[in-house]
């Protein structure tokens, strides 16, 4: 055993993490913003380190510790890469979807109003839409994450996509009212 790695193991999880964080951060952050620019890169790093604190005790010893960083970060971005596009999948979707008033409504209107739906509804229709619309699992997938059967997620999933759509056409409609006071006949 080296004379670092005994150190090391002497030292508190707090101290190890603190010096690992303090000699590691400002090329994580670089990497992560070199991929994904800086909007997204604090929080990514943030990702990398919060990893990096779980798994504190399974990291391997020394140098490769910094390579472990960065293959961390390697798939943080690459989460962040699909998260991207799945966020642009479901915009093309909704705009494929959904029919536009005449021209007066704005694709990102019907984001908001979606998201705005979404938030409406219970947190357990709310996350199978999430797992399969957003996430993409399949119904097999989501069962096992929600721990129930996969005919059950069959039909909470159609509930939940039918409350949805009620919810955006209530919140569409009540756009709709609101536009056709404000103008003037």
Not at 22 to 35: D, G, P
Not at 56 to 80: C, S
Not at 107 to 112: G, S
Not at 155 to 169: C, E, I, P, T
Request: with cysteine.
């Amino acid at each position: 055993m080296s004379e670092r790695s005994a150190l090391e193991l002497t030292e508190s999880p707090g101290l190890r993490f603190d010096h690992l964080f303090e000699s590691n951060y400002n090329a994580i952050y670089r990497y992560c913003a070199r991929r994904l620019g800086r909007s997204d890169a604090e929080d990514a790093a943030a990702d990398v380190f919060t990893v990096a604190w779980r798994r504190l005790d399974d990291m391997p010893e020394g140098d490769a510790r910094r390579a472990w960083l960065f293959g961390v970060a390697h798939r943080v971005v690459g989460g962040q890469y699909r998260s991207r596009e799945r966020r642009s999948r479901l915009s093309t979707r909704l705009e494929q979807t959904t029919q536009l008033n005449d021209g007066e409504r704005e694709p990102a209107d019907d984001i908001d109003t979606l998201l705005t739906a979404l938030d409406g509804l219970s947190r357990t229709d709310q996350e199978m839409l999430r797992l399969s619309s957003w996430d993409g699992l399949t119904r097999s997938e989501i069962a096992h994450v929600l721990g129930i059967k996969e005919n059950a997620v069959d039909q909470r999933l159609h509930r939940a996509r039918s409350r949805l759509k009620l919810r955006f056409d209530h919140l569409n409609n009540e756009a709709s009212s609101l536009t056709q006071k404000e103008t003037p006949a």
